[in-house]
Nanobody
Framework: QVQLVESGGGLVQPGGSLRLSCVGS????????MGWYRQAPGKQRELVAT???????NYADSVKGRFTISRGYVKNTVNLQMNSLEPEDTAVYSC?????????WGKGTLVTVST
């Protein structure tokens, strides 16, 4: 059974940085892509960033230039480096991955940007 486990969330001041990590387990195959989504209170879940198995990346306009997604050295891991964080980045960040046609979700990790 495929599982995704996120780590690295927490409380950070505006302008600060956090690094999220997601580890996938339960599959001998490599994920076709991995990515991060977020859901802020009262809002719909939105794409943050994705990276394919070949290394192609895609970012939401709101995080371009501030966030960097990367595949980890260990198979089926993905990281999200978040810099210059803003209060608007406060949300539950969830890891998403696919072995097409199936997709998988982690339970999420809370990121709070506040003074």
């Amino acid at each position: 059974q495929v599982q995704l486990v996120e780590s690295g969330g927490g409380l950070v001041q505006p302008g600060g940085s956090l690094r999220l990590s997601c580890v996938g387990s339960g599959s001998t195959l490599s994920f076709n892509y991995m990515g991060w989504y977020r859901q802020a209170p009262g809002k719909q879940r939105e794409l943050v960033a994705t990276v394919t198995s070949s290394g192609s990346t895609n970012y939401a306009d709101s995080v371009k230039g501030r966030f960097t997604i990367s595949r980890g050295y260990v198979k089926n891991t993905v990281n999200l480096q978040m810099n210059s964080l803003e209060p608007e980045d406060t949300a539950v960040y969830s890891c998403n991955a696919a072995i097409l046609p199936r997709t998988y979700w982690g339970k999420g990790t809370l990121v709070t940007v506040s003074t």
